[in-house]
């Protein structure tokens, strides 16, 4: 199998959040790309990939969901074998745009639908997922305040050397991007 998914439920956040600078993060603080396609192409993560800047326009184009946060990186596994030392990941973190009506089932559908697309499209790359799934206390200006669901889709993507894993985790996140709009995985949030 070249796609390992796994399934878990984490600590929430506030959104907004502010940035968070320290010696571990440089977070920028959440930014509300819903409908705002220029805004997203402008989140620094998405400077560093172009697969997720076109993922993060795509979600903000579209609008049946909306990024919460991104963040990419990659280090090396002197242990793992060695067609996979090297690993390019990150996260992706969305929200149902109604997300007052999403329920626990509808994202624990989504990550199940995310997983059944990506498998044949795997190939013979050596990819992850971990589907975390995380209630979010929505402090929205003009909005209702309220603890909503969302899921945070970590991805990694393993390969020989680091420009091959770099390479691999753009090829999944633009892949992770098609399944995100395809019909089964948009259903399971009610669209």
């Known amino acids: 199998m070249t796609l390992e998914v796994n399934h ?7 959104v907004p959040y502010p940035p968070l600078v320290d010696g571990i ?5 959440f930014v509300d790309t819903r409908g705002r396609s220029d805004l997203a192409s402008g989140i620094a ?3 560093q990939s172009e697969a997720l800047r076109n993922c993060l326009i795509k979600i903000s184009e579209e609008n049946m969901y909306f990024s919460l946060g991104c963040d990419l990186g990659d280090h090396r596994e002197a242990d793992g074998p060695v067609a996979q ?3 390019a990941g990150g996260y992706l973190q969305v929200a149902a745009i109604k997300y007052a009506q999403a329920t ?5 559908a989504f990550g199940f639908a995310i997983a059944d697309a ?3 499209l795997s190939k013979k790359q050596f990819w ?3 589907f975390e799934g995380e209630y979010v ?3 929205l200006p003009n909005e209702p305040q309220i603890q909503a669901p969302s899921m945070r889709i970590w991805f990694h993507a393993r390969a020989r050397d680091l420009r091959r894993a770099v390479a691999a985790r753009e090829t999944l996140i633009s892949t992770i991007t098609t399944v995100l709009h395809s019909r089964p995985v948009l259903s399971t949030i009610g669209y």
């Open 85 to 87: 030392r090297h690993v």
């Open 137 to 139: 206390n929505f402090q």
């Open 104 to 108: 626990t089932s509808q994202f624990d």
């Open 25 to 29: 993060r440089n977070n920028r603080g």
């Open 8 to 14: 878990s439920a984490g600590e929430g956040i506030t």
């Open 118 to 120: 990506l498998e044949p």
């Open 45 to 47: 993560e998405g400077i």
């Open 128 to 130: 992850m997922l971990d």
